[in-house]
């Protein structure tokens, strides 16, 4: 008596594996894509503080110090 996994053929667990994972990034791509779509390029690759941006001499202090109102001077 032979198994259903007898009859089949050699790699055809790998083939249906390498399917279903390239099925899998298709449908993460289009997700994304759809999204990107609908919200545009929300959330960058990095971050500002990766990137160096904004970053002055002061630093946090400075900008604290500069969202202080006029009548808390």
């Known amino acids: 008596m ?3 996994s007898d ?3 050699p ?3 790998d083939r ?11 449908r993460k791509a289009a997700e994304a894509a759809r ?3 609908i919200f ?3 959330l960058p690759d990095t971050t500002g ?7 002055r001499d002061g630093g946090a202090d400075e900008w604290l110090r500069s969202q ?3 009548h808390h001077g």
Do not use: C, K, M
């Open 35 to 37: 999204l990107a779509r």
């Open 40 to 42: 545009g390029e929300v």
């Open 16 to 26: 249906s594996r390498e399917a279903a994972s390239a099925d899998e990034l298709r």
């Open 11 to 13: 790699g055809s667990d």
């Open 49 to 55: 503080d990766e990137r160096g941006e904004g970053l």
């Open 7 to 9: 009859d089949a053929l």
């Open 2 to 4: 032979t198994s259903a």
């Open 68 to 70: 202080v109102p006029p």
